[in-house]
């Protein structure tokens, strides 16, 4: 089974802090997603990368920056963190581009950060 | 705008009836969906897919109905149990997915 593994399952930070969340599957997908999870917001897509040292804008990319220095391996990094970046933030990984199953995506078990 | 969109938030059921979720899409280029289950303090979990050149998929006690036309799918759980309650993502896309905001179902004895 694929395995998504976020570092740190709860985080207090304060306000300006810089934050690092980092990811890492093991299954050598080519696919890697930051998602935040807020209550009735669902899941919104940060930021999400097709291969190393490639990232790409998701729907609310501000405030945040990411980093993919090896396959396996994606960073998460909130340069000077606020209040409201408070929330759930979940990494996802998925085989390729290509439809019909390439899309699903697994799932870590979720980052809670708090800032202060 | 979302492009996905789970227009009811909660749902509640009696155990050993059906439990049904909806979802609609507006982007008719979504060639692929799929149904993601959460339970609290851990990630969503895959539960089902489909994809556009299908109408229905069926999982055990789970089946997921796709309309292209109308831009609709939703999710049977047949019969449902307790352990279903927890709260469902629809998600779409092509290549990134875009997901809605969630339904919580709670399935009661």
């Known amino acids: 089974d694929v395995k998504v593994t976020q570092s740190s399952r709860y985080l207090v930070k304060r306000t300006g802090e810089k934050v690092f969340l980092e990811c890492v599957q093991d299954m050598d997908h080519e696919n890697m997603f930051w998602y935040r999870q807020d209550p009735g917001l669902g899941l919104r897509l940060i930021y999400f990368?097709?291969?190393?040292?490639?990232?790409e804008k998701g729907d609310i990319p501000e405030g945040y920056s990411v980093s993919r220095e090896k396959k396996e391996r994606f960073s998460l990094i909130l340069e000077s963190a606020s209040t409201n970046q408070t929330s759930m933030y979940l990494c996802a990984s998925s085989l390729g581009r290509a439809t019909s199953g390439a899309n699903v995506l697994t799932f870590g078990a979720g980052s809670r950060l708090t800032v202060l | 705008d979302q492009q996905v969109k789970q227009n009811s938030p909660s749902l509640s059921v009696q155990e050993g009836r059906i439990s049904i979720l909806n979802c609609d899409y507006t982007n008719s280029m979504f060639d692929y969906f799929l149904w993601y289950k959460k339970y609290p303090a851990e990630g969503p979990t895959f539960l089902i897919s489909i994809s556009s050149i299908k109408d229905k998929n069926e999982d055990g006690r789970f089946t997921v109905f796709l309309n292209k036309s109308a831009k609709h799918l939703s999710l049977h759980i047949v019969p449902s149990q307790p352990g279903d309650s927890a709260v469902y993502f629809c998600?779409?896309?092509?290549?990134?997915?875009?997901f809605g905001k969630g339904t919580s179902l709670l399935v009661t004895p």
């Open positions: 998600a779409a896309g092509r290549y990134a997915l875009n």
């Open positions: 990368s097709y291969d190393v040292k490639m990232k």
